[in-house]
């Protein structure tokens, strides 16, 4: 299955680059399994250009950092689409000059673009994304590694054909 890994955030604003730095850690494990029909990119846009990375692919993956003001820092949600259009979308899935990824999706897929179906998206609630920082804060980087061992393992079940038991909120 034809997978895309986006890791979305600026990584030089503390807690905003907790999507990036979670899919670096997927690219490097997927480069010790060789074979994975998986492509791993990071981005800090949202909206039309969003929908434009994933034309093509099956399934993607988002991982982003969640203003989320209820959750703990370092706090992780997984959700699918239907998911994210009941919620207020992560970071950088909604812009103030561009449409949220839920309307960008359904009008790419009203032009008959080869879009996926299933979209999961790892949200990590952040604890501070306006000061300039290398790196995030200690809560948000301890989601880090089970961030990408989720992925890593929905990937590897999904080869094998198993259902994931992803045990996130």
Partial sequence: MKTLVIGLGNPILTDDGVGVWAARRVEQRLQKSAGADVTVTEASVGGLRLMEMMVGYERVF???????????????????????????????????????????????????MALPDDVIIYA?????????????????????APVAEAVLNELQLAACGLEVDHGFA
């Fill in 62 to 112: 988002l991982i982003d950092a969640s203003l989320d003001r209820d959750l703990p820092p370092g706090s992780i949600c997984r959700m699918d689409l239907d998911d994210l259009a009941a919620t207020s979308p992560p970071q950088h899935l909604a812009s103030a000059h561009d449409t949220t990824l839920v309307t960008a999706l359904t009008a790419g897929r009203r032009m008959k």
């Fill in 124 to 144: 990590i609630a952040a604890e501070n994304v306006m000061e300039f920082g290398d790196r995030p804060t200690d809560a948000v980087a301890a989601a880090i």
